[in-house]
């Protein structure tokens, strides 16, 4: 997808946003039968306009308020989603998006739903040539949208669309070895350096408990370091990111049912996805942060010396842990980066993983369970992005309690705890392995549909970028 400015021609493609019904006599595109049209629909609550003109096509989209801004704003995405339906349906190219109204934001807004809706996923297909959108580029006139914008939208669609590429890839394509290919091809085309250890590394680094998950798998693991350093960065010490690189779970041999589980486990490394998405954006947009991550990366099988239910593994830190459930196992990789991060001396640490499904069932799939012991400023901008970018998130405590969940009179944790509360004690296993700023965060309801959702489509949805995005991006202007 292109975004450009380009110059006003009323001759285009165009697509105008009002909030006042008033404005539609300001488009010298409509004549007054299409204006008197576009009134008596807009008052009959029809606010998704199409009008063909046979050389071309305008629409108008007039902006529905409601209750919050955060609500209207999602609004605005939605309704780009059902423009990129109009757009195909009319074989569009190009569409050039002026805003009217008063929210600033609307149309970078519109342009993100209807690029976010575009996406396609038809590399294995025979015919991706005839199933392709139409709709390659957006333009705005320069006085909807200013450069720095366009960048930062440019920026995140292109690592949203990677990041579903990467989800939607499958395990006979995407081994831990080839993510670590990927995670450095999009490096050199963004702007961060990446370093991969092998598995004779992670041996000699002795990170217990990557090799453990991968005792089952012909496939080696990979352990990538990703950083991005500008020249004078905002903060003295590092922001490090943490992404769960399961590239495939069947549970190993605690082995998962097939039918609505296992069948779409190759979505598990979506939190190294969104990580890795994320410093492709931050390098592109070339956000004056230090930023690094880490992506430990393996699949789970219960073949070969896979770990078994009662095994004691001796982790990264030094910290043993008894494996009762081998479908455990990202917090058991998740744990060696986190002590690797320690080395850093970080600002703060983010974690993202598909990490349980009892966070999936506690909020579905629309937001993000998070935990963790940043200040609760940093835990207040993290909810505004989230509300901003509409990926919600929801907290959770870390009490004691259980943390006394997983302890076990054999080695020093278990790797689960018990029935109650299992998205939290996975958070408190984390937790043990840190000793900085820390934020967990659980993506497990929100990284894979099985059905379109508005501008998120079939298979990987890259939620948790946006946000992320948002988030780093606000934390350089403090």
Not at 61 to 67: G, N, P, R
Not at 147 to 172: C, G
Not at 328 to 353: C, Q, S, T
Not at 374 to 384: A, H, I, M, R, V
Request: proline content about 3%; charged content about 25%; glycine content about 8%.
């Amino acid at each position: 997808m292109e975004f450009k400015i380009s110059r006003k021609d009323s001759e285009k493609n165009n697509l105008y946003i009002i909030d006042d019904i008033k404005k539609l006599k300001e488009l010298n595109a409509l004549n007054k039968e299409e204006i008197s049209y576009c009134e008596d629909l807009i008052k009959n609550e029809k606010n998704i306009i199409t009008l063909n003109q046979y050389t071309h096509v305008v629409f108008v989209f007039y902006i529905k308020k409601a209750d919050t801004d955060s609500q209207t704003h999602e609004g605005i995405r939605k309704a780009g989603a059902l423009f990129q339906t109009s757009i195909q349906q009319n074989g569009l190219k190009e569409i050039t998006i002026y805003n009217l109204s008063k929210t600033s934001e609307a149309a970078y807004l519109l342009a993100e739903g209807i690029a976010l809706s575009n996406y396609q996923f038809l590399k294995y297909k025979k015919d991706a040539a005839q199933k392709a959108y139409s709709l390659k580029t957006i333009s705005f006139d320069k006085n909807t949208l200013d450069k720095k914008q366009l960048l930062q939208l440019s920026a995140t669609i292109e690592a949203v669309y990677h990041a579903r590429d990467l989800v939607n890839e499958p395990l006979n394509f995407l081994t831990a070895t080839q993510l670590a290919k990927e995670i450095s091809k999009k490096g050199k085309e963004a702007g961060y350096t990446t370093k991969t250890l092998n598995k004779a590394q992670i041996i000699k680094e002795k990170m217990g408990g990557l090799l453990a998950v991968n005792l089952g798998s012909p496939e080696p693991p990979t352990f990538s370091i990703l950083e991005y350093k500008p020249a004078k960065p905002f903060n003295k010490k590092p922001i490090v990111l943490v992404g769960k690189g399961v590239v495939y779970d069947t549970g190993g041999l605690s082995l998962k049912p097939t039918a609505a589980s296992m069948d779409r486990m190759k979505s598990d490394m979506s939190g190294a996805a969104v990580v890795i998405a994320t410093m492709y954006a931050v390098s592109k947009m070339q956000l004056p942060l230090h930023v690094i991550a880490l992506v430990p990366a393996t699949d789970n099988r219960p073949g070969q010396n896979a770990y078994v239910p009662g095994d004691i593994i001796t982790m990264y830190s030094g910290t043993t842990v008894e494996v009762l459930n081998t479908d455990a196992e990202g917090r058991m990789i998740l744990a060696d980066a986190l002590h690797w991060a320690k080395r850093y001396n970080p600002e703060m640490v983010m974690d993202f993983a598909t990490l349980t499904g009892a966070a999936a069932v506690a909020v579905g799939n629309v937001g993000i369970v998070c935990m963790g012991n940043l200040d609760e400023k940093q835990k207040n901008n993290f909810k505004e992005s989230g509300f901003r970018q509409y990926e919600r998130l929801v907290e959770y405590p870390l009490w004691e309690e259980y943390g006394d969940m997983i302890k076990t009179d054999v080695a020093d944790l278990k790797n689960i705890g018990g029935r109650e509360g299992g998205a939290i004690t996975a958070g408190k296993f984390l937790e043990h392995f840190t000793d900085y700023p820390w934020m967990h965060f659980d993506i497990a309801g929100v990284s894979f549909n099985t059905a379109k959702k508005h501008y998120t489509p079939v298979g990987g949805t890259g939620y948790g970028i946006r946000l992320l995005v948002d988030f780093l991006t606000h934390y350089s202007q403090q």
